[in-house]
């Protein structure tokens, strides 16, 4: 029987970054993981968009997940010797003279001066974009290759002997009072960063998810250059060489299948703004962990004490996961609360 301290079911964006975590103070950590491309965090475009453009107002939570986020990114990039995280600006293109006033106005408030520029621009090919009342853009916006740093991330993980390709076997868990048993692994805990795929654990089966299917093209375009990533409807992010277009949102067809009907909406969207030949290089789609109430899972099973989770992340995931998983770390190691509004707990009756 191998002893460790935690055994992290999922490698994903979450279980990644709370690997590392335990990781950092001096846990040992087993993560079990069936390798899929096509999961939610290896399809997403990884933006960190600092506003919610709908309503012009901060993200939940920017001012503290955001620099702690590029702090987590920066430190896999020296441990991982390559670059994963990218400054770039969101450029929202404006519909009207209303729009374009109102972006104007709440730029002056005094909690959106460091998050969104004033300036009503015009940096795009003007023949082959269509956007006639102009521009602004995002401050502090940014990327993360996301696919890149977990694959990456994996084969630290392998080489540390941490890891294992294969389905997790939910019935091959065995309780004791001050262990949990899986396979020939013995640990304090179990903890779940399965994504989506938690709506089959038969453990954590009653958390609310409110599901939805995304897809997402990489494209080129015949003429069209970009700098810049791009908000219209659908996000545009430059990404080696070609451009990540996306993301779909899909209620009622939970899977990880790419649909023509997919390509086609995305495209069509963006020929609205975009006057130039659009090809598709590649298509994936992914489903996100997104919660009832748009805020993460973290807790512990309220009848096994060995079990966890940390889930939920949803579209937001690249920034709010380093701080969450400092967060579940201190409740882990040193018993500090977790806040109520990410806690598990708030579902329980």
């Not at 003429?223 to 779909?248: C, M, Q, R, S, W």
Request: proline share 4%; aromatic share 14%.
């Amino acid at each position: 029987m191998k002893e460790i301290d935690y055994i992290i079911v999922g490698q994903g964006l979450a279980g990644s970054v709370l690997a590392y975590s335990l990781i950092q103070e001096n846990q040992k950590v087993l993560v079990v993981d069936e390798e899929a491309e096509s999961s939610s965090s290896r399809v997403a475009a990884g933006l960190c968009n600092p506003v919610v453009f709908k309503r012009l107002t901060k993200s939940w939570m920017i001012d503290e997940v955001l620099p702690l986020a590029k702090e987590f990114y920066q430190k896999q990039e020296a441990l991982l010797n390559d670059q994963f995280y990218f400054d770039v600006p969101i450029y929202k293109l404006f519909v009207d003279e209303k729009e374009q006033s109102f972006w104007k106005q709440k730029s002056n408030e005094p909690h959106l001066f460091d998050w969104i520029n004033h300036k009503v621009e015009y940096p795009f090919d003007k023949e082959k974009m269509m956007y006639p009342f102009g521009a602004s853009k995002t401050l502090q916006s940014g990327f993360l290759k996301t696919a890149n740093w977990l694959e990456k991330f994996k084969h630290y993980l392998i080489e540390k002997e941490s890891y294992i390709n294969m389905k997790f076997d939910y019935d091959k868990i065995k309780f004791s009072e001050n262990a949990v048993v899986w396979n020939d692994y013995s640990a304090k805990k179990i903890i779940f960063c399965e994504g989506y795929q938690s709506i089959y654990n038969p453990y954590f089966d009653w958390l609310p998810f409110k599901l939805t299917k995304g897809e997402v093209l990489t494209v080129k375009f015949k003429n069209l250059k970009i700098d810049h990533a791009i908000n219209k409807g659908v996000f545009v992010l430059p990404f080696e060489g070609e451009y990540k277009l996306g993301a779909t949102y899909n209620w009622d067809q939970i899977d990880n299948k790419s649909t023509k009907e997919g390509e086609t909406e995305l495209i069509k969207r963006a020929k609205r703004f975009i006057n130039d030949e659009i090809i598709t290089v590649e298509h994936k789609a992914g489903v996100r962990p997104t919660v009832s109430d748009r805020r993460p899972l973290l807790g512990i099973h309220p009848e096994q004490y060995q079990l966890a989770v940390f889930n939920g992340m949803g579209t937001k995931g690249v920034m709010l996961a380093p701080y969450f998983a400092e967060k579940m770390v201190q409740f882990l190691l040193k018993n500090k609360k977790i806040s109520p509004e990410a806690n598990i707990n708030r579902f329980l009756t």
